[in-house]
């Protein structure tokens, strides 16, 4: 039988799907610690060990693997105006699968180099200034970053005129430094997909090497991509369909982990209500958002910080009473609730990190009074009437109330101005499939498409 191996080698675990692709079936999944340390080889082995060889062994046509293994594609991004250029770096990086760990805007300044060298990143993103605009803050930007050091990739995407310049500037410390188009080549005109693909050049090129996941190419192929790239561009298929085999239409992914929750959500996000303005840059249709305080294991402190009394009001309990839970976790991050009580804690904490999550990644509606009478302002995208969300990630697959965390995704109306889906239809990856869709997307995208459709199930 024709067998695809797709590996997802994680920052805790590396998971393995075998897919027969003429019955378009998952043959076995599994997982086992990620072993970046030592070997990446050893976690993988362990997982396939787990998963029934048959008697005639395995025919492995393709071996395709993505990877946030040793922290995943770290990012800085740097702009000119925060709210323009700096914001458009942001967004790049975002969708190419990055970390983002901070955004610069305007001229860096000897503290701002401080903190790109306390914090390492494995790729930074310079931009500033549309095509024909503003050529100084980039040249100045270049030099600045000669003080960095050591040596780290570089792409920039800044005002065409000067981009060369500056490439070469960098040079002089940097390798490999490359220039893609301005993110932003026209006031409020956002183009990333340039950017995009050059920081998955040097993440293929480079940044595997670095963190040691070339190791695996003793097996397989090669590492494709970042895995918050490859779940986005399931989610994409998911949404869009592919040929004749239609999709599921917009549509939001949710993916609670233990560090961070991701949102994807593929929609255009436009007002759902006339008469409504729309205010800041525009959305990108498929939009990542990362939220790296709200994690129910290593940031489950700074998810009970951010949720204030909300968390109390769900539970019922005393702060004492959720400082005590807080400290098991934090004891053993690795920790499954032992008891009615700690499940009940678990999924109020899910709860908890969908509803803050989704409020920084749903679009906002404010009220702004003018001469001419009251009128409402949109900044984001409106989810409102969006018909389906997707929950993945193994905080939701070993729940027993999945259903209950997702609903934090929920409009509020005590909270109207957040504009998060209404009265939407739930579904559940039940394999922790999205990421290997997304990889087998580059070589099947109809039967990826089938799968998904197949195994992410109606709650």
């Given at each position: 039988?024709?067998?695809?191996l797709l590996i997802?080698?994680g920052?805790?675990y590396?998971?393995?799907?075998?897919?027969?692709?003429?019955?378009?079936?998952i043959?076995?999944?599994?997982?086992?610690g990620t072993?970046?340390?030592?070997n990446?080889?050893?976690?993988?082995?362990?997982?396939?060990?787990?998963i029934?060889?048959p008697?005639?062994?395995?025919?492995?046509?393709?071996k395709?693997?993505?990877?946030?293994?040793?922290?995943?594609?770290?990012?800085?991004a740097?702009?000119?105006?925060?709210?323009?250029?700096?914001?458009?770096?942001?967004?790049?990086?975002l969708?190419?699968?990055?970390?983002?760990?901070?955004?610069?805007?305007?001229?860096?300044?000897?503290?701002?180099?401080?903190?790109?060298?306390q914090?390492r990143p494995d790729?930074?993103?310079?931009?500033?200034?549309?095509?024909?605009?503003?050529?100084?803050?980039?040249l100045?930007n270049?030099?600045?970053?000669?003080?960095?050091?050591?040596?780290l990739p570089?792409?920039?995407?800044?005002?065409k005129?000067?981009?060369?310049?500056?490439?070469?500037?960098?040079?002089?410390?940097?390798?490999?430094?490359v220039?893609?188009g301005?993110?932003?080549?026209e006031?409020?005109?956002?183009e990333?997909?340039?950017a995009?693909?050059?920081?998955?050049?040097?993440?293929?090129?480079?940044?595997?090497?670095?963190?040691?996941?070339?190791?695996?190419?003793?097996?397989?192929?090669?590492?494709?991509?970042?895995?918050?790239?490859?779940v986005?561009?399931?989610?994409?298929?998911l949404?869009q369909?592919?040929?004749?085999?239609?999709?599921?239409?917009?549509?939001?992914?949710?993916?609670?982990?233990?560090?961070?929750?991701?949102?994807?959500?593929?929609?255009?996000?436009?007002?759902?209500?006339p008469?409504?303005?729309?205010?800041?840059?525009?959305?990108?249709?498929?939009?990542r958002?990362?939220?790296?305080?709200?994690?129910?294991?290593y940031?489950?402190?700074?998810?009970?910080?951010?949720?204030?009394?909300?968390?109390?009001?769900?539970?019922?309990?005393?702060?004492?009473?959720?400082?005590?839970?807080?400290?098991?976790?934090?004891?053993?991050?690795?920790?499954?609730?032992?008891?009615?009580?700690?499940?009940?804690?678990?999924?109020?904490?899910?709860?908890?990190?969908?509803e803050?999550?989704?409020?920084?990644?749903?679009g906002?509606?404010?009220?702004?009074y003018?001469p001419?009478g009251?009128?409402?302002?949109?900044?984001?995208?409106d989810?409102?009437?969006l018909?389906?969300v997707?929950?993945?990630?193994g905080?939701?697959?070993?729940?027993?109330?999945?259903?209950?965390?997702?609903?934090?995704a929920?409009?509020?109306?005590?909270?109207?101005t957040?504009?998060?889906?209404?009265?939407p239809d739930?579904?559940?990856?039940?394999?922790?499939?999205?990421a290997?869709?997304?990889?087998?997307?580059?070589?099947?995208?109809?039967?990826?498409?089938?799968?998904l459709?197949k195994?992410?199930?109606?709650?």
């Amino acid at each position: 039988m024709p067998e695809i191996l797709l590996i997802d080698f994680g920052s805790t675990y590396t998971k393995v799907t075998i897919v027969n692709l003429e019955k378009e079936e998952i043959i076995g999944t599994a997982a086992a610690g990620t072993t970046i340390e030592s070997n990446i080889m050893e976690g993988l082995n362990h997982a396939l060990a787990q998963i029934p060889e048959p008697p005639e062994g395995w025919n492995f046509i393709r071996k395709l693997a993505c990877s946030s293994a040793a922290g995943g594609l770290k990012m800085i991004a740097s702009g000119l105006v925060k709210e323009l250029t700096a914001e458009a770096a942001r967004r790049a990086a975002l969708g190419a699968g990055a970390r983002v760990l901070e955004v610069f805007s305007y001229e860096l300044t000897s503290e701002d180099i401080g903190k790109i060298a306390q914090a390492r990143p494995d790729i930074l993103l310079l931009a500033g200034g549309i095509d024909g605009g503003n050529k100084e803050i980039l040249l100045k930007n270049a030099e600045k970053l000669l003080e960095l050091p050591f040596s780290l990739p570089v792409v920039v995407a800044g005002n065409k005129a000067v981009s060369s310049q500056a490439a070469e500037i960098l040079r002089c410390k940097h390798d490999p430094v490359v220039v893609a188009g301005n993110v932003m080549p026209e006031l409020n005109v956002l183009e990333v997909e340039s950017a995009r693909d050059a920081i998955r050049g040097i993440f293929l090129d480079r940044i595997i090497h670095a963190k040691g996941l070339d190791k695996a190419e003793e097996l397989i192929e090669r590492v494709m991509m970042p895995t918050p790239a490859a779940v986005l561009s399931a989610a994409e298929l998911l949404s869009q369909g592919y040929g004749d085999e239609k999709g599921l239409g917009e549509l939001l992914i949710i993916d609670v982990g233990g560090a961070t929750t991701d949102i994807h959500s593929i929609a255009a996000g436009d007002p759902s209500k006339p008469g409504v303005m729309l205010k800041g840059l525009p959305e990108p249709f498929a939009k990542r958002t990362v939220e790296g305080d709200l994690g129910m294991r290593y940031s489950a402190e700074a998810l009970v910080a951010a949720s204030g009394k909300r968390l109390n009001q769900i539970l019922g309990w005393r702060d004492e009473e959720i400082q005590e839970q807080l400290e098991l976790f934090q004891a053993d991050p690795w920790r499954v609730p032992q008891n009615e009580r700690e499940a009940s804690f678990d999924t109020a904490l899910g709860r908890m990190a969908v509803e803050l999550s989704m409020k920084r990644h749903a679009g906002t509606l404010e009220v702004v009074y003018t001469p001419f009478g009251a009128t409402y302002v949109q900044q984001g995208k409106d989810l409102t009437p969006l018909p389906v969300v997707v929950g993945t990630g193994g905080v939701l697959l070993h729940h027993s109330e999945p259903l209950e965390v997702l609903r934090g995704a929920l409009f509020n109306s005590m909270e109207p101005t957040f504009l998060k889906p209404h009265n939407p239809d739930f579904y559940l990856d039940q394999d922790y499939i999205l990421a290997s869709m997304g990889l087998l997307r580059e070589v099947n995208p109809l039967v990826a498409l089938r799968m998904l459709k197949k195994y992410c199930v109606r709650l």
